[in-house]
């Protein structure tokens, strides 16, 4: 008897806890389900408690599971080219909150079809307004992704060369030889022609350029030249500097000295002091730099006369 009591005793508090729950849980559901409700019937559109709630926590696992894939694909990567991937992954992150975003507005039964079509001419205006940005931020993730331009680079655009100090989604920042900073957009990367300097290595070839009178000993035009050149700090040993006949030029033997260095940022510094340099040696050596001369025929016209009224 005393078993029979105990069960149906567990039963009835059984049967209280459900009801404990079902309580509990239509309240949570009440509280969840307050809001605004908009229209009737089919078009009735329900902004809610439970849906904004709804949005924040996918808004978040979002982020987090972003944030997850991001550590995951640069862990073995440089500190410079993880800081490149934080903005490809902004730039995720901001898509993938419009879409949760639009999906919520479907779910709280706005048709967002209709939306979209009834804006479909802003938005036609609106890509065209920003089909410039668009160019930009596909031109980052590009140089980003398959590191076509690194910080530090020499670049050559549009006739200016700069130091790459900064590479962001939309812009690159280079430093020029003036100390002037120029913001380059990004999509210029890809449309235009660009020279980069140190996309194989740091060092790269210059040469100096002289013409010398004729009749100048030729081959101590070449010692002083390379004697030129290799007592300059910036300039490397190996590479060997090496000379070159250019050519017999209207006024001069043309020279040109091809040599090395590390810092082709600096090298108008370089090819300065070698011209520097240059001078002071052709003028020890009684060589002579010529200028281009031009003889200049005048006829003159009161002889002309003369001789034909001699001959009449």
Not at 40 to 47: C, F, M, S, T, W
Not at 59 to 86: A, D, H, P, Q, Y
Not at 163 to 181: G, H, N, Q, W, Y
Request: with cysteine; net charge neutral; charged share 25%.
């Amino acid at each position: 008897m005393v078993k029979i009591l105990a069960l149906i005793q567990d039963e009835t508090l059984a049967e209280e806890a459900t009801e404990i729950g079902k309580s509990l849980w239509a309240s949570i559901r009440d509280f969840l389900n307050r809001g605004f409700h908009f229209g009737e019937g089919d078009k009735q559109i329900h902004l809610t408690i439970g849906l904004i709630l709804t949005l924040v926590v996918a808004i978040m696992i979002s982020g987090f599971m972003l944030n997850l894939i991001r550590k995951w694909v640069t862990r073995r990567m440089e500190e410079e080219n993880r800081l490149k991937f934080v903005s490809i992954f902004k730039f995720l992150k901001y898509l993938i909150y419009m879409l949760v975003i639009l999906l919520t507005m479907n779910a709280a039964g706005i048709n967002v079809t209709v939306l979209l079509t009834a804006s479909a001419a802003l938005f036609v205006g609106l890509g065209l307004a920003l089909q410039e940005l668009f160019q930009d931020v596909i031109g980052g993730i590009f140089i980003i992704v398959d590191k076509s331009l690194l910080v530090g680079d020499i670049i050559e655009i549009n006739g200016k060369v700069g130091k790459v100090i900064e590479i962001r989604l939309r812009t690159t920042r280079c430093i020029t030889r003036d100390d002037k900073v120029i913001i380059i957009p990004n999509h210029k990367f890809i449309s235009d022609t660009v020279f980069n300097y140190t996309q194989n290595h740091k060092m790269t070839r210059e040469s100096v350029t002289v013409g010398v009178a004729y009749g100048s000993d030729t081959r101590l035009v070449e010692k002083l030249l390379l004697e030129c050149v290799q007592s300059e700090p910036g300039i490397l040993k190996r590479p060997e500097p090496r000379v070159l006949f250019q050519d017999f030029g209207d006024s001069a033997l043309v020279f040109s000295v091809f040599f090395y260095v590390t810092d082709s940022f600096k090298d108008p510094l370089t090819k300065s002091n070698v011209r520097f340099k240059i001078d002071e040696a052709f003028r020890a050596n009684d060589i002579s730099i010529p200028f281009p001369q031009r003889d200049l025929h005048i006829r003159s016209m009161v002889a002309t006369k003369i001789s034909e009224e001699g001959n009449a």
